[in-house]
């Protein structure tokens, strides 16, 4: 399975948000940061953590890790959002995630196990983290 990389090395704009997810049970919520795509509609780096501003900035290094540059960063208007993306040319509100927010909607919709204890959900962490792994290879690569 191929990991997690950016097709481009610039981008005009960059919508970053938050997914919550649990394993076991809706008590042990995790949390997916990720950093979308409008155009291409590729997830470009993500990271997994609480939600904090510590994760927040763990996804903004990723993306400089990464090599990757934007012209724009979109985020609603979570906390920790304005203050990790402060420093760059950074939109704040939903009016500019719709993007995102769709593409939140087609995880949900992918993957039953983010949000309901089916007959399918994770009971073990890695598992939760390796079928994430590859839906997102999936919207990446599958048209590659």
Known sequence: MKAIKPKQKHYTRLEVDELW??????????WLI???DRDSGEIVAYVWGDRSAKTANRLREKIIALGV???????DDWESFIKT?????????????????GNNCRLRHRMRRIFRKSCNFSKKLCNH?????????????ASV
């Open 34 to 36: 990720y950093a979308y």
């Open 69 to 75: 540059t934007y012209d724009r960063i979109a985020t």
């Open 129 to 141: 983290y390796i079928a994430f792994k590859m839906t997102l290879n999936y919207i990446n690569f």
């Open 21 to 30: 997810t649990f394993v076991g049970s809706k008590a042990n919520r995790k």
């Open 85 to 101: 993306f402060s420093v760059d040319a950074h939109d704040i509100g939903k009016q500019h995630t719709v993007g995102i927010e």
